[in-house]
């Protein structure tokens, strides 16, 4: 992508990435052939969250979402936990007691939330993955009435993938708000996606919130009642909770707090510095950027980021992040899809095509090196 000079025979440069998801695997390939790096995760595999929907309804699919790193990275690839870093000596420490250096430290440890939307600690290895992920598929296939709690992109891509491959199933989304997806979309965004979802029979629930998530299984088939603050009922047999992320800190919450938000992000710059720091960085879900976090913006996170990492290191200008205007896409299920570029709706098609038929498991593969299974 045109990054500029090579670093590779400079022993004084080396960039440590943590965390292995779209900005840090971003950042990663951009800076193959140009610099010393090494990418640290603590699972074997990109775990292609965008497919998760899709995997709790389509046998197989899980597999579809799951690309090893080794082939992709090999030696510059480092499976481990990050636990502390020491800012003074430029060292991050591995939950194993290993100690790596570096000269640049990047961290791009995204967010955290149910599964199949994230992975819980703990579940490093594709097998466990796909086998937590065919137990969801078998609790889809016997329930007979969902209640989604959250309708923000994901809650709402599940309901629509539920609805869409099981006719026969009764699927209510429940949000606290009017506004589905974002609060940036636009009214005729909301009309048609309301249109749509209506159309696959999927029951909306606005502007309630439920009040006895805390005492509702989430884990198995059971007739239930969910309860809101409206005074609504809802009968569920499966209860799927998609409240929202949060900010996995896990690996600098002791050793950067003062840099911390009070929600666990750290405070950037627009060059992605961490403030009252020097040489670390933060990109993507785990920065205070105030964007709506999404995988494209942390790609565009890493290939800036990459750029001013070269041209500080070769006496070149870095320049300044600057947020796009927004920007989103939803799939609807494998046959619809839904898309917003400003205030602009996207060709309904163009989404389908590029998102709903496979969740873009095709272009993970491919930007990863590899051939999709």
Same mark, same amino acid.
Not at 32 to 53: C, Q, S
Not at 315 to 341: C, H, N, V, W
């Given at each position: 992508?045109?990054?500029?000079?090579?670093?590779?025979?400079?022993?004084?440069?080396?960039?440590?990435?943590?965390?292995?998801?779209?900005?840090?695997?971003?950042?990663?390939?951009?800076?193959?052939?140009?610099?010393?790096?090494?990418?640290?995760?603590?699972?074997?595999?990109?775990?292609?969250?965008?497919?998760?929907?899709?995997?709790?309804?389509?046998p197989?699919?899980?597999?579809?979402?799951?690309?090893?790193?080794?082939?992709?990275?090999?030696?510059?690839?480092?499976?481990?936990?990050?636990?502390g870093?020491?800012?003074?000596?430029?060292?991050?420490?591995l939950?194993?007691?290993?100690?790596? /250096?570096?000269?640049?430290l990047?961290?791009?440890?995204?967010?955290?939330?149910a599964?199949?939307?994230?992975?819980?600690?703990?579940?490093?290895?594709?097998?466990?993955v796909? /086998?937590?992920?065919?137990?969801?598929?078998?609790?889809?296939?016997?329930?007979?009435?969902?209640?989604?709690?959250?309708?923000?992109a994901?809650?709402?891509?599940i309901?629509?993938?539920?609805?869409?491959?099981?006719?026969?199933?009764?699927?209510?989304?429940?949000?606290? !708000?009017?506004?589905?997806?974002?609060?940036?979309?636009?009214?005729?965004?909301?009309? !048609?996606?309301k249109?749509?979802l209506?159309?696959?029979?999927?029951?909306?629930?606005?502007?309630?919130?439920?009040?006895?998530?805390?005492?509702?299984?989430?884990?198995?088939?059971?007739?239930?009642?969910?309860?809101?603050?409206?005074?609504?009922?809802?009968?569920?047999?499966?209860?799927?909770?998609?409240?929202?992320?949060?900010?996995?800190?896990?690996?600098?919450?002791?050793?950067?707090?003062?840099?911390?938000?009070?929600?666990?992000?750290?405070?950037?710059?627009?060059?992605?510095?961490?403030?009252?720091?020097?040489?670390?960085?933060?990109?993507?879900?785990?920065?205070?950027?105030?964007e709506? /976090?999404?995988?494209?913006?942390?790609g565009?996170?890493?290939?800036?980021?990459?750029?001013?990492?070269?041209?500080?290191?070769?006496?070149?200008?870095?320049?300044?992040? /600057?947020?796009?205007?927004?920007?989103?896409?939803?799939?609807?299920?494998r046959?619809a899809?839904?898309?917003?570029?400003?205030?602009?709706?996207?060709?309904?098609?163009?989404? !389908?095509?590029?998102?709903?038929?496979?969740?873009?498991?095709?272009?993970?593969? !491919?930007?990863?090196?590899?051939?999709?299974?």
């Amino acid at each position: 992508m045109g990054l500029g000079p090579s670093l590779l025979d400079r022993e004084d440069v080396h960039v440590v990435i943590v965390g292995g998801g779209y900005a840090g695997i971003q950042l990663a390939r951009n800076l193959k052939n140009k610099a010393r790096f090494t990418l640290i995760d603590p699972k074997e595999m990109l775990y292609h969250n965008v497919g998760a929907v899709r995997s709790c309804t389509e046998p197989g699919f899980a597999k579809k979402i799951l690309i090893p790193y080794a082939p992709t990275f090999g030696e510059n690839f480092k499976q481990g936990a990050v636990t502390g870093i020491n800012a003074a000596g430029k060292t991050v420490l591995l939950a194993s007691g290993e100690t790596v /250096k570096y000269s640049h430290l990047v961290l791009a440890t995204g967010s955290t939330g149910a599964f199949p939307f994230n992975l819980p600690d703990g579940m490093t290895t594709e097998a466990e993955v796909v /086998k937590k992920s065919e137990g969801v598929l078998e609790l889809v296939k016997e329930a007979k009435k969902f209640a989604i709690i959250g309708g923000g992109a994901v809650g709402t891509e599940i309901a629509a993938e539920i609805a869409t491959d099981y006719k026969d199933k009764e699927v209510t989304l429940i949000h606290t !708000r009017e506004v589905l997806v974002d609060a940036e979309s636009s009214e005729a965004f909301q009309k !048609r996606l309301k249109h749509i979802l209506k159309g696959l029979g999927v029951k909306l629930v606005l502007g309630e919130r439920v009040t006895n998530l805390d005492q509702l299984p989430t884990d198995r088939v059971e007739t239930v009642t969910v309860m809101t603050d409206k005074g609504t009922e809802i009968s569920a047999d499966l209860v799927i909770p998609c409240t929202g992320l949060k900010v996995n800190s896990m690996a600098y919450k002791d050793s950067l707090a003062s840099s911390m938000e009070d929600n666990g992000s750290l405070k950037v710059n627009n060059f992605f510095e961490v403030q009252g720091t020097e040489g670390i960085y933060a990109i993507g879900d785990c920065t205070n950027i105030p964007e709506t /976090k999404m995988a494209y913006r942390a790609g565009m996170h890493a290939d800036l980021l990459a750029k001013n990492i070269l041209a500080e290191e070769t006496g070149g200008t870095k320049k300044e992040y /600057k947020p796009d205007p927004f920007m989103m896409t939803i799939s609807l299920g494998r046959k619809a899809g839904m898309g917003q570029k400003g205030t602009t709706l996207l060709p309904e098609f163009m989404v !389908r095509m590029l998102k709903s038929r496979d969740m873009m498991a095709w272009k993970s593969w !491919r930007d990863m090196g590899q051939s999709a299974p």
